[in-house]
């Protein structure tokens, strides 16, 4: 049977927390613990201001706080994984009694598994587990949820955008299920913006429906993302009007987690997206 994204479908994450994906939009409320991040780097690496921020971004209407101490923007230099645990740690130990659902984006096993213990219910890998060995077994062994991440860095891209994605991301789903995770906690996120050009950007925000053939819910990850800019000539900081309307037109096509810097303008955009589905029953549009 095809996969239907607007089902109803619980995403099982650690610590026997879960989040409900398909009949509406989740949102994850992106937190920056670093110096140097494309778009907030800076703003929330005192721990107390990040912990501020997680709250806005709560009430502000995200479900899932996703904590990175790690820029991954075109150029980063990578840090020691004492320096990353150190960024976000706390803040992690800070928000695990709030009832917030916590998200580390990491690729680090060992940084992984430090923010579970500390509070984490989800990893999210902008390598799909292809980078770090150890990783899915942290996940599967923890029962975190995870984001398998596309990227075409440091890879010869396979066929066309979308076959590339299939490819790629199936190669992940292949180590996620020999790790012994099962496909309740996997989320895919095509990887806006990692080694893509704004036509290949856009090409897969127009055909996000074809992913579902791998079986999963989708994660849209276009938020700020120098493609938007490409389109509206707008900088990093004045492109969250951009990053609502991709999220509609991926919403409408089916994606189920949307990773945002603003969270009130896209939770109302994508309210209205939720709308009209709930309008037309559900149903994905015609081809």
């Not at 000539?233 to 990773?259: E, H, I, K, L, P």
């Amino acid at each position: 049977m095809a996969f239907d994204p607007f089902r109803h479908f619980e995403w099982e994450l650690a610590h026997g927390r879960s989040v409900t994906l398909g009949p509406r939009a989740v949102i994850m409320g992106v937190l920056n613990v670093t110096p140097d991040s494309f778009s907030d780097g800076g703003r929330y690496l005192d721990t107390e201001a990040a912990i501020r921020q997680a709250k806005r971004l709560h009430r502000a209407g995200a479900a899932i706080i996703d904590i990175g101490g790690e820029s991954s923007r075109p150029g980063f230099e990578e840090i020691p994984a004492s320096e990353e645990q150190a960024r976000i740690l706390p803040v992690f130990e800070a928000l695990r009694d709030t009832g917030m659902i916590l998200s580390v984006d990491t690729w680090r096993a060992e940084t992984a598994r430090a923010a579970i213990a500390a509070g984490a219910h989800i990893v999210n890998d902008i390598w799909g587990f292809q980078r770090d060995p150890e990783l899915a077994g942290v996940a599967a062994r923890s029962g975190a949820g995870c984001v398998l991440m596309h990227t075409g860095r440091g890879r010869e891209k396979a066929g066309d955008v979308i076959a590339d994605q299939i490819a790629y991301l199936s190669a992940s789903l292949e180590v996620a299920g020999r790790a012994g995770i099962a496909r309740q906690q996997i989320v895919l996120d095509p990887g806006y913006g990692f080694a893509k050009d704004p036509a290949e950007n856009i090409a897969i925000l127009a055909r996000t429906r074809e992913l579902f053939a791998l079986g999963c819910h989708i994660l849209t990850g276009t938020s700020r993302k120098r493609f938007i800019g490409h389109v509206t000539g707008r900088r990093a900081a004045s492109r969250d009007v951009g990053t609502a309307a991709t999220s509609v037109v991926a919403r409408m096509q089916g994606s189920a987690v949307f990773r945002v810097h603003d969270v009130p303008k896209n939770r109302d955009a994508l309210a209205i997206a939720d709308a009209v589905l709930e309008a037309r029953g559900k149903t994905l549009p015609d081809r």
